[in-house]
């Protein structure tokens, strides 16, 4: 499974000059719609967040799992009036909301968090290039050891990281293969010590990552 992969760096930011509102959501709970008019961005303090696409088929497509940490919704930065992709929230989540005018009035102002942003966008653009590589380049196994390295985040720490709420089935949909291959592929890295399940593992359990040993065979 070599790979050149590394887990995106943690930024931080400082949004105590930006307006912002804090809303929550239950695990399952809209945020918002493909379709919705794009007037806000979100910035996630806690919990887990899907973002997902509609095809006019009805066909859908998992796109991104976002975490702590990580921003939805910046397009509308942009001139993306329109939301095309559907979030949904994958654990209790709680958000910073800020409308578009006031980040566009902060990230003029501050400097600093406007150098922190536009790192996290380049973060997130090389990130969306390296999933397209995965998805044309590469075999299933290797797309789903890299989405659990991301899920879990930091893989030089070797500690456990705990993740609630991702089912096969939605790991499935993320690496684009069927629910019985992901089945497969995880009880192999269960019995390499990748992974440890709690509760059933074809559900919504909590499953913990060792993010060390799976970057460490990433690497191999």
Not at 130 to 148: F, K, M, N, P, T
């Amino acid at each position: 499974m070599k790979s050149n992969m590394a887990t995106p760096p943690k930024i931080s930011f400082n949004l105590r000059g930006v307006a912002t509102l804090y809303e929550r959501f239950a695990t399952g709970g809209a945020i918002f719609y493909q379709g919705d008019v794009a007037e806000t961005l979100m910035y996630i303090r806690s919990g887990r967040v899907k973002l997902s696409v509609a095809s006019k088929t009805g066909k859908q497509a998992i796109v991104a799992v976002l975490g702590p940490g990580e921003f939805l919704g910046e397009p509308c930065l942009g001139t993306q009036n329109v939301r095309i992709r559907t979030a949904t929230a994958m654990a209790p989540t709680v958000l910073k909301v800020i409308e578009r005018n006031e980040m566009i009035r902060a990230l003029h102002a501050d400097h600093a968090l406007s150098y922190s942003f536009l790192s996290y966008l380049l973060s997130r653009n090389i990130r969306l290039e390296e999933d397209l590589i995965d998805q044309v380049s590469h075999y299933g196994e290797r797309r789903l050891a890299r989405a659990l390295l991301l899920l879990a985040g930091n893989g030089r720490q070797r500690k456990l990281r705990k993740v609630v709420g991702i089912s096969q089935e939605t790991l499935a949909a993320i690496i684009g293969t069927t629910r019985s291959r992901v089945n497969i592929f995880m009880n192999k890295f269960r019995t390499l010590g990748f992974i440890k399940y709690h509760g059933r593992h074809d559900q919504n359990g909590e499953m913990q990552i060792n993010a060390f040993l799976l970057a460490k065979a990433l690497r191999k």
